[in-house]
């Protein structure tokens, strides 16, 4: 069974950074694509950006340019960083990984971005 633990989020200014990271563990083989999403209050969950085990990458309209995803196969992990933030960018962030035909999913991060 696959977890994801996700780690760095919290509270920060308008055009602050932040940088996300997922660690995967419990896969016996390598994990193909690793994504983040994001949910906001009322809003329902949207894919953020995702990553290939390749390093092929995509990322939503609304962070790109602003947005990195990368990922680091030796450590089975992927990070998420986030510059230029802006309010609309608060929500919990997750972590997900399909693997298998079961589509996995980490607890969770909060990002608020307020002054």
């Known amino acids: 069974q696959v977890q994801l633990v996700e780690s760095g989020g919290g509270l920060v200014q308008p055009g602050g950074s932040l940088r996300l990271s997922c660690a995967a563990s419990?896969?016996?083989?390598?994990?193909?694509?690793i994504a983040w999403y994001r949910q906001a209050p009322g809003k329902q969950r949207e894919l953020v950006a995702r990553i290939t085990s390749g390093g092929s990458r995509n990322y939503a309209d609304s962070v790109w340019g602003r947005f990195t995803i990368s990922r680091d196969n030796a450590k089975n992990t992927v990070y998420l960083q986030m510059n230029s933030l802006k309010p609309e960018d608060t929500a919990v962030y997750y972590c997900n990984a399909p693997y298998y035909s079961v589509n996995y999913w980490g607890q969770g991060t909060q990002v608020t971005v307020s002054s």
């Open positions: 419990g896969s016996r083989f390598s994990i193909d694509v």
